[in-house]
């Protein structure tokens, strides 16, 4: 195993005797611009408490495994590469940091979009044409069919400022999993200010927990093409007025029927909008995803829970969705219903709801008044992070 150790100001020279990373020694790049970039073949690890630069694109290939330990921090250059870092399939990732000694991925310049984040690609399923896709930026292959595939941890991680956009069709999320599998452990993660995407999942297995994303100016969770993992005690808090929905849920949206269709299992969460009139929905279900929703806070956007296209809808009329003890301030609507949702509340032909169900599957709260600090506080057992046992203490940014 190699292993690095730079210092905040600068990088040891040895780095670019490593063949498995290219520095460009020799090259007309100031030593100020030379940083971690180039493709990883062998294990490499970053040690606890030092300060990284990235100049480029870091691409782990198989076996390899990148180890980040606890305290690191890893700088993106502002030298106009396209940074980020991608884990392809058979690689891994091992960045395990701890409350008081978070890992941090950021940028030299702070600002929405400033650098490309984390990807990952795994073997697990996707439910895109051939069952094989192709990450947005990277160009790696992901796809399978090794639902419980490992591809490593995530533990305590902060990625700041991501979303560098390649074009309108090729952006950077703050953290991008394709067909991750379950075999990973992904928990306390946090992406904070980025401009595009915080957390999405293009196909795959894998679960997540405690995870936070705050201000990302597209959508703070994002699926697709098949995910059909848990995420349990997640947030997304939303500052700027260019924040999209809180949660965009799909399931192939060239295909609504492709198989295996998403259905993920989310449990006590809190999400919290911008109070946009421009953008104005929470959670939107459409292009045939399915959900299983509980315990959940929605509040700050004019439409909390929207259900769009037939077959999302549809789904929970015949029980393959549901949302349960789930409480919004707003309105739930669903454009496609015209009987009776048994699932959700009633729906009926005038489409919007301002009415609920007495058994308390969808409640309407002021929820203004229960969540405090951003969005710490729970309401009749729903929400994240309770104000007696608040795990994004330490290591969370929130505004």
């Given at each position: 195993?190699?292993?690095?150790n730079f210092?905040?100001?600068a990088?040891?020279?040895?780095?670019c005797t490593f063949?498995?990373?290219?520095?460009?020694?020799?090259?007309?790049?100031?030593?100020?611009?030379?940083?971690l970039?180039?493709?990883v073949?062998?294990?490499?690890?970053?040690?606890?408490?030092?300060?990284?630069?990235?100049?480029?694109?870091?691409?782990v290939?198989?076996?390899?495994?990148?180890?980040?330990e606890?305290?690191?921090?890893v700088?993106?250059?502002?030298?106009?590469q396209?940074?980020?870092?991608?884990?392809?399939?058979g690689?891994?990732?091992?960045?395990?940091?701890?409350?008081d000694?978070?890992?941090?991925l950021?940028?030299e310049?702070?600002?929405?979009?400033a650098w490309?984040?984390?990807?990952?690609?795994?073997?697990?399923?996707?439910?895109?044409?051939?069952?094989?896709?192709?990450?947005?930026?990277g160009?790696?292959?992901?796809?399978?069919?090794?639902?419980n595939?490992?591809?490593?941890?995530?533990?305590?991680?902060?990625l700041?400022?991501t979303?560098y956009?390649?074009?309108?069709e090729?952006?950077?999320?703050?953290?991008?999993?394709?067909?991750?599998?379950?075999?990973?452990?992904?928990?306390?993660?946090?992406a904070?200010?980025?401009?595009?995407?915080?957390?999405?999942?293009?196909g795959?297995?894998?679960?997540?927990?405690?995870?936070?994303?705050?201000d990302?100016?597209?959508?703070?969770?994002d699926?697709?093409?098949g995910?059909?993992?848990n995420a349990?005690?997640?947030?997304?808090?939303?500052?700027?007025?260019?924040?999209?929905?809180?949660?965009?849920?799909d399931?192939?949206?060239?295909?609504f029927?492709?198989?295996?269709v998403?259905?993920?299992?989310?449990?006590?969460?809190?999400f919290?909008?911008?109070?946009?009139?421009?953008n104005t929905?929470?959670?939107r279900f459409?292009a045939?995803?399915q959900v299983?929703?509980?315990?959940?806070?929605?509040?700050?956007?004019?439409?909390?829970?929207?259900l769009?296209?037939?077959?999302?809808?549809?789904?929970?009329?015949?029980d393959?969705?549901?949302?349960?003890?789930?409480?919004?301030?707003?309105?739930?609507?669903s454009?496609?219903?015209?009987?009776?949702g048994s699932?959700?509340?009633?729906?009926t032909?005038?489409?919007?709801?301002?009415?609920?169900?007495?058994?308390?599957n969808?409640?309407k709260?002021?929820?203004?008044s229960?969540?405090?600090d951003?969005?710490?506080?729970?309401?009749?057992?729903?929400?994240?992070?309770?104000a007696?046992?608040?795990?994004?203490?330490?290591?969370v940014?929130?505004?």
């Amino acid at each position: 195993m190699k292993k690095f150790n730079f210092f905040a100001a600068a990088l040891m020279a040895s780095c670019c005797t490593f063949t498995f990373v290219s520095c460009d020694k020799g090259n007309d790049t100031p030593e100020e611009e030379e940083g971690l970039h180039g493709y990883v073949t062998e294990d490499l690890t970053l040690e606890a408490g030092q300060t990284y630069y990235l100049s480029g694109s870091l691409q782990v290939q198989a076996p390899a495994t990148l180890t980040i330990e606890p305290g690191v921090t890893v700088i993106a250059r502002n030298n106009g590469q396209i940074n980020y870092i991608l884990i392809e399939q058979g690689a891994k990732i091992n960045a395990v940091g701890t409350a008081d000694r978070p890992i941090v991925l950021t940028a030299e310049k702070q600002s929405h979009g400033a650098w490309g984040g984390l990807h990952i690609c795994g073997k697990s399923h996707t439910n895109v044409d051939g069952g094989r896709g192709t990450s947005e930026i990277g160009n790696a292959v992901y796809g399978g069919s090794e639902e419980n595939d490992n591809s490593g941890e995530l533990k305590y991680v902060r990625l700041e400022y991501t979303g560098y956009s390649l074009d309108e069709e090729h952006e950077a999320n703050g953290l991008s999993l394709y067909g991750v599998g379950k075999g990973t452990r992904i928990s306390y993660v946090q992406a904070y200010k980025g401009s595009d995407d915080g957390i999405e999942f293009f196909g795959g297995s894998v679960d997540i927990d405690h995870c936070v994303v705050v201000d990302c100016t597209d959508d703070s969770f994002d699926w697709t093409e098949g995910w059909n993992g848990n995420a349990t005690n997640i947030v997304a808090y939303q500052i700027s007025s260019e924040c999209d929905c809180l949660m965009e849920c799909d399931n192939n949206g060239s295909d609504f029927s492709a198989t295996p269709v998403s259905r993920p299992t989310i449990t006590n969460a809190t999400f919290v909008g911008n109070n946009s009139t421009e953008n104005t929905r929470g959670l939107r279900f459409r292009a045939g995803t399915q959900v299983i929703l509980s315990n959940a806070l929605v509040t700050g956007k004019p439409k909390a829970i929207t259900l769009e296209t037939s077959e999302t809808d549809g789904s929970f009329a015949n029980d393959n969705s549901t949302i349960r003890n789930t409480c919004i301030s707003t309105v739930f609507e669903s454009k496609w219903t015209t009987g009776e949702g048994s699932n959700v509340t009633d729906v009926t032909g005038s489409y919007t709801q301002t009415s609920f169900t007495e058994d308390g599957n969808v409640i309407k709260a002021d929820l203004a008044s229960v969540l405090s600090d951003n969005f710490i506080g729970t309401y009749e057992n729903a929400g994240a992070v309770s104000a007696n046992d608040d795990w994004t203490a330490g290591w969370v940014r929130a505004n």
